[in-house]
């Protein structure tokens, strides 16, 4: 930002003002419960991480032992498990730095991931991840795209590829570069953004899982689709909003495709037409556990059992609405406002407001409200996977006329940069220099121009009488010039009966201005 530039100074105080306003909106719209609750939900995803690493070490620990039994056949396979093991230990143990930095950011230099304090700041998680200068988000979709491909590349099961592909799909709005991560992290809670980040870690661990499992088979699929079958559950998603649908492909790690097994869940028997799909609506709040088994005829007539037990998190929806300027509108001129529903596109966001209209334009939305005095409530609704349209959050914003603006000179200071002056002494060379006067609300909150329409400069002669000028512009008159020209070093003049007019159409007559020649 250039130096000695007013405007620029005072915009950039705005928006950090607007943010704390906006922070402090948010902190008072979203529950303790709420944010308590993802806590739960990422203790309850490390359970899930520890499980399925465990997994994974059994998977490769069997292509060391098939390694060691038979180099030829195995060995080829071997190098790519820990290829993919390696790979995936260096993008957990990444998030885990992210996840870390966003609670130290939050909480300070001794924040602890499992004792989060400040579990409602809304800045962490997007200082650390989608700051400009350094953010993080951009590093970690690429280092997920790179995970991605290399799984794809090492997979032969393609039916499988296809789930791993989805959860480590990293494509977002298309209206801007790292769309991805903001649609994800900005203004997330530290809490939620936590628990995201152990989302991505679980998916990961569950990604090398697959490609183990993949992997051993392909060392010889004769010598290891009976011995080492295990029954897993497939979710689109573990985390759902209140009144969303879970969905899960419940399936066996090796399958024969000329037999359907008998899949269980709750002891009841999934209809074979479903193809494994278990469904169910999410009602209250909290995490719901999946349990059930497996059953599969083997060649000799005898049946396999697999038991199988996952979970899923049910949470209420949730949406930011924060206008940029602060928490009211005014009337007659744009408000930008940011609406963000974390893990929804913002194209698959649409927004509805009253006493007024608001408009999409780039990342923001434009709100022009029209009766002041009122409220304006701004209504987000999202487009869920299914094609629903769920309501996610309903703001009121209180109306307000634009506040008086106040006149000033436009110079230029002894560098040359631009400069509002507002009164006080000036150099006759500056003022004629100038022209004339401008008007605009610049109070480190709003930064709107006026149009002055007309002002009266008042001078004072000798014997003390005031001899009033009229301009019926924004510029000096030919008679107000030859006063100014006339008036000696230390002499007063006043402008006044200043009338300007805003964006909003309303005429204003504003304060006036002394102005000292020296």
């Not at 010598?223 to 295990?230: A, C, L, P, Q």
């Not at 709040?285 to 038991?307: A, C, F, H, Q, W």
């Amino acid at each position: 930002m250039p130096v000695g530039f007013n405007g620029n100074v005072n915009r950039q105080k705005m928006i950090n003002l607007m943010y704390l306003v906006f922070i402090a909106m948010m902190a008072l719209n979203v529950s303790s419960e709420v944010l308590d609750g993802f806590q739960k939900v990422d203790d309850s995803l490390e359970a899930t991480i520890n499980g399925t690493n465990r997994r994974n070490q059994i998977l490769l620990g069997e292509l060391k032992i098939a390694n060691a039994t038979n180099p030829s056949k195995a060995s080829q396979w071997l190098a790519k498990g820990q290829e993919i093991s390696q790979e995936a230990n260096n993008l957990v143990q990444f998030i885990e730095r992210l996840k870390v930095d966003i609670v130290r950011k939050a909480d300070g230099p001794e924040g602890n991931v499992k004792d989060i304090k400040t579990k409602d700041d809304l800045e962490a998680a997007s200082y650390v991840l989608l700051n400009p200068i350094n953010g993080q988000g951009k590093i970690l979709k690429k280092r997920i795209m790179a995970f991605r491909a290399l799984s794809a590349k090492l997979m032969r099961d393609k039916t499988k590829l296809k789930a791993v592909e989805y959860l480590l799909n990293t494509e977002g709005p298309k209206t801007a570069s790292g769309s991805w991560a903001s649609s994800l992290f900005e203004s997330m809670p530290t809490s939620a953004a936590v628990t995201i980040l152990s989302k991505m870690q679980s998916d990961v661990r569950y990604v090398e899982g697959e490609v183990l499992s993949d992997l051993l088979k392909s060392v010889d699929v004769g010598d290891y689709r009976v011995n080492k079958i295990t029954a897993q559950v497939l979710p689109q998603s573990q985390i759902i909003m209140k009144g969303d649908t879970y969905k899960a492909q419940i399936v066996l790690s090796s399958v024969d495709s000329t037999q359907t097994p008998d899949i269980y869940v709750g002891g009841k028997l999934l209809p074979h037409e479903n193809n494994g799909v278990f469904t169910t609506v999410g009602g209250a709040p909290g995490t719901y556990p999946i349990k059930g088994y497996v059953n599969l005829k083997m060649p000799d007539g005898s049946t396999m059992k697999r038991e199988f037990e996952s979970q899923y998190f049910v949470t209420e929806p949730m949406a930011s609405v924060a206008p940029t300027l602060m928490n009211v509108l005014y009337a007659g001129i744009d408000n930008p406002i940011s609406i963000a529903v974390p893990g929804v596109p913002s194209q698959n966001l649409s927004v509805t407001m009253s006493n007024g209209t608001i408009t999409k334009r780039g990342d923001l939305w434009i709100a022009k409200p029209a009766k002041v005095g009122s409220t304006a409530e701004i209504i987000v609704s999202a487009k869920m996977a299914d094609g629903r349209q769920q309501v996610m959050t309903k703001n009121q914003l209180k109306v307000r006329a634009l506040p008086d603006p106040m006149p000033y000179i436009q110079i230029a200071d002894k560098g040359g940069a631009p400069k509002r002056f507002r009164g006080g002494k000036i150099s006759k060379a500056q003022l004629l220099n100038a022209g004339g006067i401008n008007a605009a609300i610049d109070d480190n909150v709003l930064d709107v121009n006026y149009k002055v329409l007309k002002f009266v400069t008042k001078f004072i002669d000798s014997m003390g009488n005031t001899i009033p000028e009229i301009s019926n512009s924004n510029k000096f008159s030919d008679r107000q010039i030859r006063q100014i020209k006339s008036l000696q070093r230390g002499k007063t003049f006043y402008i006044t009966d200043v009338q300007a007019v805003g964006p909003d159409g309303v005429t204003r007559t504003i304060s006036p201005m002394e102005v000292i020649i020296y």
